[in-house]
């Protein structure tokens, strides 16, 4: 995609640049901190971040590694500051958990995701959704392409054994 | 292939992760071993439910923006806005809580429904805290017999 010169982004490359990359951004920040809301803000802030500097982007260097990796710094305060604050986990008393008898496969996902280290969740929401290759992963976590296959791996086997081991009826009709 | 090399690598083969040559091995090794197939059909499944989850959470994150955009060139408030004011909230009403507990001679308990939709405590300035669809996190403790001390963990304010 280039223009006459190198540096900048155009209103209208900014903006066709959003569209492609909205989702994938979220679904990052999601990931990472596992609450909608506050991934919501973090792709707000990324693009907010990047929309000011668009003038000075180079678009010879990676412009989208470049917005991830902002959208992860935004997540990582996120994160630190809810933990500054107060328990991570969400203490709400439960007076009649009917978990036994439905399974709530989303709850159920939900709670594997979380048991993952933070890296293992961020390379499982780069390669799984419409995704980037390892190659591209590796760029934007500064890691090399068989260390991403690697905890791509890990952290799928931990949700699968996480799953197996406290919901057994999960995979009862497969 | 062996079955256990195989099942270590089944989610990278669904995400496309693997070269040619492994994933020519591992769909040979598929055709004849039910009990990959079995183990494959439990990534999907597992596949299926991450991407469900992903895909509502990023629906719902749209549908609680005025555009559907995620994304506005303006300042919003924010996440470490509503962050501090929940600080606040929580500083606030844990001092609150102190004060109560402390002022009040241990004949003149708190009573705290334990429904929590309606929590009200007896002869204060706190009146009705009222928790909206668990967005506020709580950390309830039980300090006697029917007495509960209600810690409010910051949450939205949204
Ligand atoms: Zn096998």
Redesign the interface.
Known sequence: MRVKTDTGLSELEFEKLFMELEKMAFNFAYSIVLNSEDAKDAVQEGFLKLYRSKEKLDKNKNIKAYLFQIIKNVCFDILRSKRNTQEIENTTIKINNSRETELDRKQIIKEAMNILTTQERMIIGLLMFEGFTSKEAGEIMNLSDSTIRNHFMNGRKKIKNFILKNYPDYARSL | MKCKHVK??L??YL???LSDTEKNEVEQHLKNCPVCQ?EL???K???N??????K???I??KQ??HSG?????T??K???FR?GL??AA?ILLTISLAILRTGASRNNPYFID???TNVSIKETKIKDIKFID?KL????KKIGNNIFLVNI??G?ND
């Open positions: 270590e690598i989610s990278l995400n496309n992760l079995r059909a439990i990534e499944e597992i596949q439910d991450l991407e469900m989850l992903f509502e959470e990023y719902k994150a609680n923006t955009r995620l994304f506005k060139k300042e919003t924010g996440i470490f962050l929940a600080i929580t334990t429904k929590i668990e996190k709580t950390k309830v963990q910051g939205r």
